[in-house]
């Protein structure tokens, strides 16, 4: 057993409150990833859940015990930090032997144990390296060598892929999740990055200025935001949005403009992602079109509609070009509604299922 | 500026004059005194700049004065300086770099005002404190003397290095399971090494050479150590300055001292080149 429990786990740094009270469970092997902006507090958690940061007040539970008081190695966890934060002075082999040592582990315990990480992470023929001698994608091997040689009950990763160049960073991204696959225990990961979060989470947190805005599975994050937050922030481009006000029971823009739309009572934003945003001969969202972004296998149209630029995104190479004008619809079932405060209106979409 | 080989001949013939001048002002004194050194008598006073080759010098130094004792002790007093400074200066520079507690800056300024203060100033009061300890006329008196003087920039030192470590580093030691100690031990020193090589040699030099502490605090030839012994060397008779003795005893108390430094040296550049600190 190690999940994890947290009861409204607080962090001061002297007068800065950084996390205000998260509640939190992550589950018996399951792969949790926080992401939220820089200075969020998803890193300050996740040192908080390692004991490198004392909790200011709270209960945190690993296993169900309480481990507020506990330093890290009574834990029973293991992490694999940014900068890999590799021994500089020690080969890869004594890098990742080092905490069974310190442990005073049987000689050929640890033998055994480091081979099979290295076996498992390729870096058989590494080990007598210093991490000078490394490439950066073989450090971070080595330091995810070094934090499963002691077979923690929770890997924790803070922000591990970010110094790797992008086609490494999907490499790795692979492994990792393989990684999860083979060993099954409970990882909690930390990223700026949404490709990461959406493909290695069973669940998401999005965090903001220290609360979590929405816990979930990455398709109920995109699908069903909470919070015209997690709207904004999962998904790449984001989500576009209009404030919109109820005339009749019915929405329209604030330029007097009829969205003919149902939408629930109290909305005063619309949110549209660029995939539901249809080129429609007789679209009410009408204006000039400022950039065209040609990717490949989809392309990107920015449309300049007066109070707002919105953007987008359809298959294939695009027929209009730039200056044109051009209608777009939402896709009614697919619009998302906001109050004032941002909050979700509405149920939204069913989720798309998967073989999952 | 650009290359010296651009330079005009005069601005070279002009460099090379000024690094002319430099050297000679550095190396004549110990030129002279290892000249002096290998004369007699009044050879000694004769305008002469050439080398002779009599040890006779070197013999009488340890005939006459307990010189091999002395510099024993010298070598006892700065090795147990250097390794007592290097021992407290690593532990104090963990908790002053990396431990936030009150009084931190506090504490960082009066290490470095206890290095302000002039030698004949705390003169009489560690006089006090030695004859209280018990210490007159004894090893660890000087020790305990000549830590005042090598401890402050040995901590100020470390504690700039220590600062300089990455955070990371420290954080996934303790995740590994290191105590504080061992985080220091495993993982610090031997990242410091070059900082530690620097300034255990400084100290050693200061240690070696200390003079002041060295007269006050002890009695008996059998306790001095070199430089006060090399100041109280007297010849045959009391009119007899008897310098060639004196430059003997010192070109045998520098060269161990000049050597330190050149073997030193390349461990400090080599582990500076080597990136040790650079992950």
């Not at chain 1, 490499?171 to 990792?176: A, H």
């Not at chain 2, 302000?116 to 009061?125: I, N």
């Not at chain 2, 410091?192 to 050693?204: D, H, K, N, S, V």
Request: hydrophobic share 50%.
């Amino acid at each position: 057993m190690a999940s994890i429990t947290m009861n409204a786990v607080a962090k001061r740094f002297g007068r800065t409150t950084v996390l205000h009270g998260i509640d939190m469970d992550v589950a018996d092997g399951e792969f949790v990833v926080f992401v939220g902006p820089s200075g969020c507090g998803k890193s300050t958690l996740l040192r908080l859940i390692a004991g490198l940061d004392e909790i200011t007040s709270g209960t945190m539970s690993i296993g169900g015990e309480r481990v507020n008081d506990l330093p890290p190695k009574a834990r029973g966890i293991a992490m694999v930090f940014q900068s890999y934060a590799l021994y500089p002075h020690m080969t890869a082999y004594r890098n990742m032997a080092f905490g069974m040592r310190l442990e005073k582990a049987a000689p050929g315990e640890i033998d055994a144990r480091v081979r099979a990480a290295a076996e498992m992470l390729e870096l058989t023929p590494l080990l007598d390296r210093l991490p000078r001698a490394l490439s950066g994608g073989q450090r971070q091997r080595v330091a995810i060598g070094r934090a499963i040689v002691r077979e923690p009950r929770v890997l924790l990763f803070d922000e591990p892929l970010s110094n790797l160049d992008a086609s490494l960073r999907g490499q790795m991204r692979v492994e990792i999740a393989r990684l999860h696959e083979r060993l099954g225990n409970t990882m909690v990961y930390v990223t700026h990055d949404q490709v990461e979060a959406m493909t290695l989470a069973d669940r998401i947190v999005v965090l903001n200025a220290g609360r979590v805005e929405q816990v979930g599975t990455p398709l109920e994050l995109y699908h069903r935001p909470a919070n015209r937050f997690v709207a904004g922030f999962i998904g790449a481009p984001p989500m576009n949005f209009l404030d919109i006000e109820m005339r009749q029971g019915e929405a329209g823009l604030l330029d007097g403009r009829r969205l003919r739309l149902a939408a629930p009572a109290g909305a005063a934003l619309i949110g549209v992602r660029p995939e539901d945003l249809i080129p429609a001969e007789d679209g009410v969202l009408k204006g000039r079109i400022a950039l065209v972004e040609e990717l490949g296998e989809t392309h990107l149209i920015h449309v300049d509609l007066g109070p707002a630029t919105v953007i987008a995104k359809a298959q294939g190479a695009s027929q209009v070009v730039r200056g044109e004008i051009l209608s777009l619809a939402p896709a009614p079932a697919r619009c998302h509604f906001f109050d004032a405060e941002g909050a979700r209106l509405g149920a939204g979409a069913p989720l798309p299922a998967t073989s999952a | 500026m650009g290359e010296i080989g651009h330079w005009s001949p005069g601005a070279k013939a002009g460099f090379a004059a000024l690094i002319t001048v430099i050297v000679v002002a550095a190396v004549f004194p110990f030129y002279y005194a290892i000249a002096s050194s290998f004369r007699t008598g009044s050879d000694l006073f004769e305008p002469s700049l050439a080398l002779a080759f009599d040890p006779a010098n070197y013999r009488s130094v340890f005939a006459e004065q307990p010189f091999g004792r002395n510099i024993l002790n010298s070598v006892i007093v700065a090795t147990a300086v250097v390794g007592l400074s290097l021992g407290l200066g690593l532990t104090a520079a963990y908790a002053l770099a990396r431990v936030a507690f009150r009084g931190r800056g506090l504490m960082l300024m009066c290490i470095l005002a206890v290095s302000m203060f002039p030698q004949l100033a705390v003169l009489s009061g560690m006089f006090e404190l030695i004859r209280w300890l018990g210490l007159y006329n004894q090893l660890p008196g000087l020790i305990l003397a000549n830590m005042m003087l090598t401890l402050p920039f040995t901590v100020w030192v470390l504690t700039t290095f220590m600062r300089e470590m990455p955070r990371e580093l420290e954080d996934a030691a303790y995740v590994d399971g290191a105590t504080p100690l061992q985080v220091i031990v495993h993982v610090f020193l031997p990242l410091m090494m070059p900082a530690m090589a620097a300034t255990g040699l400084l100290a050693f030099i200061v240690a070696w050479n200390e003079f002041l502490f060295a007269l006050t605090f002890t009695l008996s030839n059998e306790q001095r150590t070199v430089p006060v012994a090399i100041a109280l060397i007297t010849g045959a008779s009391q009119f007899e300055l008897p310098w060639g003795n004196v430059m003997a005893a010192s070109v045998i108390v520098t060269v161990p001292l000049v050597l330190l430094v050149l073997v030193f040296q390349r461990r400090i550049v080599a582990g500076l080149a080597a990136g040790a600190v650079k992950g």
